[in-house]
């Protein structure tokens, strides 16, 4: 009977998705990622840590847009195309030859989904999924913030009936919330990128933006993270840096913008960096037994790194093969990325994505540039990108909005209205004007 329950659900599920309008897509896989932890749930995990709900979604998304009419006329092949036919077959070398084939294809697959086509078909796309996608990303801010407060006053998660056993028995030397993503650092990853689209956002609904600065605020002192706190840091200084010196129409007017984002930037840093739990964590056993592990593990890491470092252990095979020479995970997503890819492709993943957010910057998105920097600093603390990497789910809509911008027509570097940058507060964003390949 629960079968059949499941099976409509998930009948009436995809019917709704298929037909859905297409631009709301990204922000409903949002949504989903962050309502239904199936990471940290007991469940198989091809479905809680790969294929998920979240993912499933923007596949449909993706293949609706690859199906659907075009918005601008296919572009000649060009020579920059025709280079990346040697990295694929690089990518094929490492798959084959990979500790697990299988868990590689399936890793390549999700990249593909959350990561790459969403920024192909951003370049040749006009679908207006940023205005969604970042009430989205406002309203998770305002959520999370909610259940973190909820966890620390009242000592009670709604979600932590949903978690299998190891993740509710895991216990830290201070208190830690885990919201509705399963773990602490999931939770701080998601609320410093909510951050920097509240700060950095277009949303002209300034209570929203402001509601959603302090939910992911309290998210991130709540969930008592390190990197948390860096990638915030690094997050607020390159969207004022951005806001600052980028070419805009209205320079003046975002120079001004900018000085009084900085001040609230410094101060609500400071809020965050202040917190008393952090300090008890730095001081803690967990906390200095956290920093002995990781030295000790990075060390291990770079070893394996140097064994492969051409072809590596295979896309999404780091955990394996770093679990059957040390006793626990490695918790550096770009370590682990490192040693499954290569030294070669990892440097290319990790070039391309710089390159995606440089040149969004001189585009003058402060809020698109800030939320990746701030996932990659957070991934960057954890196990993540080879273990969970459905959590790519959290760039797709970014990535797309990169596609856009990067794509759109203008003499100055800039979007071809000042609307169209979520770098002006008080703009709205509309979209691009115009996209091509």
């Not at 198989?44 to 998304?61: E, K, N, S």
Request: glycine share 8%.
């Amino acid at each position: 009977m629960t079968l059949v329950a499941l099976a409509a659900v998930g009948l009436i599920g995809g019917l709704v998705v298929f037909f859905m309008p297409r631009h709301l897509m990204p922000a409903l896989a949002l949504a989903v990622l962050v309502v239904l932890p199936v990471g940290y749930m007991d469940i198989p995990r091809i479905t809680g840590r790969y294929f998920t709900p979240a993912v499933i979604i923007l596949a449909v998304w993706v293949l609706r847009m690859m199906f659907g009419a075009r918005d601008s006329d296919a572009a000649p092949v060009k020579i920059g195309a025709v280079l990346w036919l040697p990295v694929l077959g690089v990518v094929g070398v490492s798959t084959l030859l990979g500790v697990d084939p299988g868990i590689s294809v399936t890793w390549a697959l999700v990249a593909l989904i959350c990561v790459v086509l969403p920024y192909h078909y951003g370049r040749i796309r006009r679908d207006e999924i940023w205005p969604s996608s970042q009430t989205a990303f406002l309203w998770i801010g305002v959520f999370i913030g909610g259940l973190a407060v909820l966890d620390f006053v009242a000592g009670f998660n709604p979600w932590s009936s949903l978690f299998s056993y190891d993740v509710t028995e895991k216990v830290w030397s201070v208190f830690r919330t885990r919201t509705s993503l399963g773990h602490p650092l999931v939770t701080s990853t998601v609320a410093t990128m909510c951050a920097m689209i509240a700060l950095f956002g277009s949303d002209r609904r300034r209570w929203l933006r402001i509601t959603a600065l302090l939910g992911s605020g309290a998210a991130v002192i709540l969930a008592v993270s390190r990197t948390g706190v860096l990638a915030l840091a690094i997050g607020l200084a390159l969207g004022c840096f951005v806001l600052l010196f980028s070419s805009s129409p209205s320079r003046r007017t975002r120079r001004v913008t900018a000085f009084f984002l900085l001040v609230s930037a410094v101060g609500f840093l400071g809020v965050v960096t202040n917190s008393p739990l952090l300090d008890q964590r730095n001081d803690s056993s967990g906390g200095i037994k956290s920093s002995d592990y990781r030295e000790q593990s990075t060390k291990v890491a770079l070893d394996l790194i140097e064994d492969d470092w051409l072809l590596g252990t295979g896309p999404g095979n780091s955990a394996t093969e770093f679990s059957s020479v040390f006793d626990g995970p490695l918790e550096n997503s770009v370590f682990q990325l490192t040693l499954s890819l290569g030294i070669p492709l990892a440097a290319l993943a990790l070039g391309a994505l710089a390159v995606v957010v440089l040149r969004v910057a001189r585009r003058g998105d402060a809020g698109v540039a800030a939320a990746v920097v701030a996932f990659l600093v957070s991934l960057s603390g954890f196990s993540a990108i080879d273990v969970n990497p459905a959590l790519l789910a959290l760039l797709t809509p970014l990535m797309f909005r990169a596609g856009q911008l990067i794509s759109a027509p203008s003499p100055d570097g800039t979007p071809s209205t000042p609307h169209a940058s979520s770098a002006t507060p008080a703009a709205l964003a509309r979209g691009t004007s115009r996209s091509r390949r």
